[in-house]
């Protein structure tokens, strides 16, 4: 079976990708991550992406704090397509794409979120359960379309809020329940 090229996208530290690239390493995961990309010049995952020996790149966003200008969307779409990425996988990228991604990878953009969707879309989704008062929360794999974190949902996993969670071990749960979700699926797509 031909492996999958995936474009893996992410502002942060980048512990998806790892967990993504571990699983392709260790020969379950049937994919070839080609690139790499971030709107943040010292973004965690570029570090980890050169790591992993994996091209990386880094896209200057443009203006706006939550999208990318649309020539920033243009060059992206231009470096995934010049790499023959097949599946963009969203890791943790905090810029909503917009119609030349969309276009140009009509379902087959996957991204992952820290919540049970479509409860808690947007920023820092484990505190928004933990202020809700919620008592299960969890995390969501689903295709991007135009929404913040909007649809179509493929996976989720719950993860139970305990009485003495903090936002940071919440989240650091959410995370392990993550990088278990994401490859699983990813490697289900990609059979
Ligand atoms: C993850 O928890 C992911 O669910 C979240 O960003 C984090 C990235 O962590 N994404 C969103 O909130 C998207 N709306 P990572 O850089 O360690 O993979």
């Known amino acids: 079976m031909a492996a999958k090229g995936l474009g893996i996208l992410g502002s942060g530290r980048g512990s998806n990708c790892r967990a993504i690239l571990e699983r392709i390493r260790a020969g379950d995961l049937c994919a070839e991550a080609r690139v790499v ?3 943040v010049v010292d973004a965690g995952i570029l570090e980890i992406a050169r790591e992993f020996g994996v091209s990386q790149v880094y ?9 990318l200008s649309t020539e920033s969307e ?4 231009r470096i995934l397509r010049d790499s023959a990425v097949e599946l963009v996988v969203l890791a943790g990228f905090m810029r909503v794409l917009k119609r030349p991604a969309l276009e140009a990878f009509p379902h087959r953009i996957l991204n992952i979120h820290p919540s049970l969707l479509p409860r808690f879309p947007g920023l820092e989704a484990w505190k928004q359960a933990l202020v809700a008062g919620e008592t299960v929360t969890g995390c969501t ?3 991007v379309d135009a929404g913040v ?3 179509e949902i493929i996976a989720q996993r719950e993860v139970p ?7 940071e071990s919440l989240h650091e749960r959410i995370q392990i329940a993550e990088r278990q979700l994401y490859p699983a699926v990813i490697a289900e797509l990609c059979d």
Request: hydrophobic share 35%.
């Open 37 to 39: 990309v971030s709107d």
């Open 59 to 67: 896209l200057p966003p443009g203006n706006f704090r939550t999208r």
């Open 74 to 77: 243009l060059a992206l779409v």
């Open 141 to 143: 794999v689903h295709y």
């Open 149 to 151: 974190d909007r649809g």
């Open 161 to 167: 809020i305990l009485p003495q969670d903090t936002p």
